[in-house]
């Protein structure tokens, strides 16, 4: 079973960046595809980011350009840097990893981008 905690989240300014981090457990980190989902109030949830254990990435164009997804390995963490943080970036994130297994999910942390 894979534990994911995440954290990093909070209040920003339009504009402003923030780097969002995921810590999970177990010895097999490096086969897992790991991702970044939101979801906003009265929303569904969307995919932000994702990494595969080959280190490919994909966003959607909603936040192409802006967000950058990595992992590190060796400390069985994932990061999101977020730049240009627009109000509609507003939701509660979630770090997820797949494998075969099936697809675990951690707690969520806030993200509110508000003057």
């Given amino acids: 079973q894979v534990q994911l905690v995440e ?12 780097r969002l981090s995921c ?16 979801q906003a109030p009265g929303k ?3 995919l932000v980011a994702r990494i595969t254990s080959s280190s490919s990435t ?8 802006r967000f950058t997804i990595s992992r590190d390995n060796s400390k069985n963490t994932v990061h999101l840097q977020m730049n ?29 981008v508000s003057s």
């Avoid at 954290?7 to 923030?18: E, F, R, T």
Wanted: net charge positive; charged share 15%.
């Fill in 7 to 18: 954290s990093g989240g909070g209040l920003v300014q339009p504009g402003g960046s923030l």
């Fill in 44 to 46: 569904q949830r969307e």
């Fill in 23 to 38: 810590a999970a457990s177990g010895s097999i980190f490096s086969r897992y595809t790991m991702g970044w989902y939101r």
């Fill in 84 to 112: 240009n943080l627009k109000p509609e970036d507003t939701a509660v994130y979630y770090c997820s990893a797949s494998f075969a297994l099936g697809t675990y999910w951690g707690q969520g942390t806030q993200v509110t």
């Fill in 58 to 65: 994909n966003y959607p164009d909603s936040v192409k350009g």
